[in-house]
C-alpha cells in the first residue's frame, strides 16, 4: 500500500469516526431528558437486537432447508448408484458362472476324450 492510499484511509476514518462522535453527543445533549434520550437509544437498540434475530432465524430457516435438499439429491444419488453397482455385480455374477460351466464341461469333454 502506498502512503497516499494510507493518508486517504486515515482521512475517511477520521471522518466517520468524528462523526460517530458528533452524532453521539448531538443525541446526548440534546433537549431531552436523559431518561428520554436513554429510553430511545435503548429501544432502538432492542429493535436493532429483534431485526437481527429475526435476519439470523430466517438465515438459518433457509440454510437448513438448501441442506436437507442437497441431502435428498445425494440419497437419490447414492439409491441410484446402488442399482447401478447390483445391476453390474449380477451381470458378472451371470458371466463368470458362464465361464466357469463352459471351463467345466470343457474338462469334462477332455477327459472322456482321453480316456
Keep these: 500500500m502506498d502512503n497516499s492510499t494510507k493518508s ?3 482521512i ?4 466517520v469516526l468524528g462523526a460517530l462522535a458528533g452524532a453521539t453527543l448531538g443525541v446526548l445533549f440534546a433537549p431531552r431528558k436523559g431518561t428520554k434520550t436513554r ?10 437486537a429483534k431485526d437481527l434475530k429475526k435476519k439470523m432465524s430466517k ?3 433457509d440454510f437448513r432447508k438448501s441442506v436437507n435438499k442437497e ?4 440419497k ?3 439409491a441410484e448408484l446402488e ?3 447390483e445391476g453390474k455385480m449380477e451381470s458378472v455374477t451371470a458371466t463368470l458362472k458362464e465361464k466357469a460351466n463352459a471351463l467345466l464341461h470343457m474338462n469334462v469333454d477332455h477327459e472322456i476324450k482321453q480316456k
Design 76 to 78: 437419490n444419488k447414492a
Design 83 to 85: 442399482g447401478l453397482v
Design 8 to 10: 486517504t484511509g486515515k
Design 59 to 61: 438465515e438459518a430457516k
Design 71 to 74: 441431502a435428498k439429491l445425494l
Design 12 to 15: 475517511v476514518g477520521s471522518l
Design 39 to 48: 429510553n430511545k437509544i435503548a429501544g432502538g437498540a432492542e429493535k436493532m
